[in-house]
């Protein structure tokens, strides 16, 4: 029974939007809506309303699309492996005395009972304790209380007791308050009513709070999520009373309450390596379907590029996943994931921001490949038309050495060789009487001079008295040299100044 359950689940996954249609609409069910959410709604119709029928339905419509490579989905989740959850539904335990709500005497059989909730991947259901009754307001106050009385049997109380600690303080068999909107269609989603407060035999239970936003102008959000009431409970044969203390505000709730065996991110993340895990072949498959070339297309696309960055984290992939209804082959990481959504359940894909639940997730075995054979350095491929892939490494290196390197290279120039400088060498040289192409016979008269070869360069002379130095050696030579030129400036010191060798 839960290996055809499993199957005819994996079956749906793999519809057409035609085909999701044509399941919903044998069966009553509306089939509007966009693609995930007709998968959500059929998968929700196979848990709830599971029949040799709608198996029968579900084969026909799979056989019909996939005739020869039927087996791919069976493999994907092994038999004998139990799923996270299972459909909400009265145990005999349940049936048996009556509950009371309001501190009125009322069946199980009430109106309100036929609400359902939806499933939720960190809680198995065990037993019903309670199912979903309505919380009737007793006047016409704007705060109400209302009362819920059950008892635990000694094999539920013998389940709480001998349960493993998942944290310190907190059992994995836990007795759950769940409550959610009056809607008999469908399956209804945990909903808090205003100003709510539980209280359990006299003592208040933690009621998760409100998330702050960073937004500007947007109001916080209260995660709503079973409530657990497993530490105040008498866990013995006497009778525990619940009150509820809900703000009336037109709205009607319902209330149910639940003993569950609660999962941790990492029990979900070995369910997931177990159960879906798509093959690599299978991935390259989709990669083909999305790059065929489409002739009513303008643009050719001759590949796809993808990070291998989680957008969650901004850390490298460790185990690669992706939503079986979303568009792109982006993946995001698995464990940080589930760590996120246990912690703050939203169940949203981090890369489009469509629904992606749990029974949705697969791991995608071509990117762990892809994983296991590039270094660190590779932070992006692309995958071509044809399946394969390439790393996109050299175009990223390329583009840090140009951020790295602002300013362009240039050759190193040794101006003390005067060759190099394209000036002549009696320009390179400076004696200490301010006169070119006498430093070697000024060397020899300044003691603790360099050696010979050296240049002598006097710091305190500038361009002007320079010249006016060179002007005043009396040398004939220098004097028909300066015939044609102009006047020598005069300095702009009187004095004589002292003269520095600069080493």
């Known amino acids: 029974m839960a290996a055809e359950l499993v199957e005819a689940m994996n079956m749906v996954k793999s519809f057409r939007v035609s085909d999701l249609q044509t399941l919903l609409a044998s069966m009553g069910r509306s089939k509007s809506g966009l693609k995930q959410d007709l998968v959500g709604r059929a998968l929700r119709l196979v848990q709830t309303e599971y029949s040799p029928e709608l198996l029968k339905n579900v084969r026909q419509l799979y056989e019909s699309r996939f005739p020869k490579t039927s087996g791919w989905l069976a493999a994907r989740r092994p038999e004998g492996v139990p799923v996270a959850y299972s459909p909400l539904s009265s145990s005999p335990t349940a049936s048996q005395g009556t509950d009371y709500l309001n501190g009125i005497s009322k069946p199980l059989t009430a109106p309100a009972a036929e609400v359902k909730l939806v499933p939720l991947p960190f809680y198995q259901t065990l037993e019903t304790l309670l199912p979903a009754t309505e919380l009737i307001p007793q006047n016409n106050d704007k705060l109400q209380d209302s009362q819920c009385i059950f008892e635990l049997t000694p094999n539920q109380a013998d389940q709480i007791r001998n349960a493993s600690e998942l944290r310190p303080g907190i059992r994995s068999i836990q007795v759950v308050l769940r409550i959610c909107y009056s809607d008999s269609i469908g399956v209804q989603e945990d909903q808090y009513p205003p100003n709510i407060a539980v209280k359990v035999n006299q003592s208040y239970c933690h009621v998760p709070g409100y ?55 990492a029990d979900l993340f070995n369910q997931l390596k177990l159960c879906s895990v798509e093959s690599a072949e299978r991935c ?19 590949g796809l590029r993808v990070s291998l960055i989680c957008p969650l984290v901004k850390m490298r992939l460790g185990v690669p996943c992706r939503v079986l209804t979303c568009a792109h082959l982006q993946c995001f990481d698995a464990v940080f994931f589930l760590q996120m959504n246990e912690k703050k359940p939203t169940w949203t894909c981090p890369v489009c921001d469509k629904p992606a639940p749990f029974e949705l997730l697969t791991i995608d075995g071509l990117c762990s490949e ?15 038309t044809d399946g394969s892939w390439r790393p996109i490494r050299d175009d990223k290196e390329k583009e840090r050495e140009r951020e790295r390197s602002k300013t362009p290279e240039y050759s190193v120039v040794d101006i003390c060789v005067p060759e190099a400088n394209g000036h002549s060498p009696a320009h390179s040289s400076t004696s200490l009487t301010g006169r070119p192409g006498s430093s070697s016979s000024s060397m020899a008269a300044v003691p603790g001079a360099p050696a010979a070869g050296g240049v002598v360069v006097d710091l305190t002379l500038d361009s002007s008295s320079e010249e006016e130095g060179g002007g005043a050696g009396g040398d004939s030579e220098d004097t028909e040299d300066s015939a044609d030129s102009p006047a020598p400036k005069r300095g702009r010191y009187n004095y004589d100044k002292d003269l520095v060798t600069a080493y």
């Open 211 to 265: 998330y702050p936003s960073n937004k500007p102008g947007v109001e916080p959000r209260r995660p709503c999520r079973p409530i657990n009431i497993t530490p105040w409970l008498h866990l013995s044969s006497v009778t525990n009373r619940v009150t509820i203390t809900w703000g009336n505000f037109g709205k009607r709730y319902s209330v149910a309450v639940y003993l569950v065996r609660a999962f941790t991110a």
């Open 284 to 302: 390259r498959e989709r990669i083909q379907d999305k790059l065929r070339f489409d002739p009513e297309s303008e643009i050719a696309t001759t």
């Open 370 to 384: 892809i994983l296991k054979l590039t270094g660190e350095d590779v932070e992006e491929i692309e995958y071509l």
